[in-house]
């Protein structure tokens, strides 16, 4: 554990997206690191008040998540939107899903797909990544991506980290996108926890 101190962060990110005319658009996946971005992201909401760029929280329905799973991340989408409006946090959710032709089954049973390897990883791209880029053009201004990406979780996510990382920026938590949707802002506020400070903060932080 790092021992980073949230309350500091939270700061960190206030400052960084205080007064932003363009939305936040929260990749969230249901897991810890998706989460913990939202947590993190919504004490910034109470700390700016009016001042709080509209966060949407984005989930993408693959049509092929573990059942549970997927039930599991809708009612949590529920109970955000309905806490959001308690607390009058300006916080929108949406599920979004892959193009019917990009989908899983159309991809496996109708096209003759072989199924994805670990050499072969067509379905990220198509069923998650495609999805939110899609997303995103659509638009009226490009908001500010959010996503819960950390060094440490593999060498490859690591590479792909410094590789996207823009020097000119002024501040270590913006990234920029240089594939797919070349030119986006991603935004890493936990970019330096490890998974002992992201279980930290989801177990002893307040927020939703």
Same mark, same amino acid.
């Given at each position: 554990?790092k021992n980073i101190d949230?309350?500091?962060?939270?700061?960190?990110?206030?400052?960084?997206?205080?007064?932003?005319?363009?939305?936040?658009?929260?990749?969230?996946?249901?897991?810890?690191?998706?989460?913990?971005?939202?947590?993190?992201?919504?004490?910034?909401?109470?700390?700016?008040?009016?001042?709080?760029?509209?966060?949407k929280v984005v989930y993408?329905?693959?049509?092929?998540?573990?059942?549970?799973?997927?039930?599991?991340?809708?009612?949590?989408?529920?109970?955000?939107?309905?806490?959001?409006?308690?607390?009058? =946090?300006?916080? /929108?959710?949406?599920?979004?899903?892959? *193009?019917?032709?990009? %989908?899983?089954?159309?991809?496996? @049973? #109708?096209?003759?797909?072989?199924?994805?390897?670990?050499?072969?990883?067509?379905?990220?791209?198509? =069923?998650?990544? /495609?999805?939110?880029?899609?997303?995103? *053009?659509?638009?009226? %201004?490009?908001?500010?991506?959010? @996503? #819960?990406?950390?060094?440490?979780?593999?060498?490859?996510?690591?590479?792909?980290?410094?590789?996207?990382?823009?020097? /000119?920026?002024?501040?270590?938590?913006?990234?920029?996108?240089?594939?797919?949707?070349?030119?986006?802002?991603?935004?890493?506020?936990?970019?330096?926890?490890d998974t002992a400070d992201?279980?930290?903060?989801?177990?002893?932080?307040?927020?939703?």
């Amino acid at each position: 554990m790092k021992n980073i101190d949230h309350d500091q962060r939270v700061s960190q990110i206030s400052d960084l997206i205080r007064g932003l005319e363009a939305p936040i658009a929260i990749g969230f996946s249901g897991g810890k690191d998706s989460s913990a971005v939202v947590k993190l992201l919504w004490a910034c909401a109470h700390q700016l008040k009016s001042e709080c760029p509209m966060l949407k929280v984005v989930y993408c329905d693959t049509e092929v998540e573990n059942p549970v799973i997927d039930a599991h991340v809708k009612a949590t989408l529920s109970r955000l939107r309905s806490e959001a409006k308690s607390a009058k =946090i300006d916080l /929108r959710c949406n599920v979004i899903r892959p *193009a019917i032709h990009q %989908s899983f089954f159309v991809r496996i @049973i #109708g096209r003759g797909y072989p199924t994805p390897t670990n050499s072969f990883r067509w379905c990220t791209k198509d =069923i998650r990544i /495609r999805p939110f880029q899609a997303y995103l *053009a659509g638009s009226n %201004s490009p908001p500010l991506v959010a @996503i #819960g990406t950390r060094y440490g979780e593999s060498a490859q996510r690591d590479r792909s980290l410094k590789k996207h990382t823009d020097e /000119r920026a002024k501040n270590a938590f913006i990234q920029k996108q240089r594939e797919g949707a070349k030119g986006t802002n991603l935004l890493t506020p936990i970019i330096d926890y490890d998974t002992a400070d992201v279980w930290e903060l989801l177990c002893e932080f307040e927020g939703p």
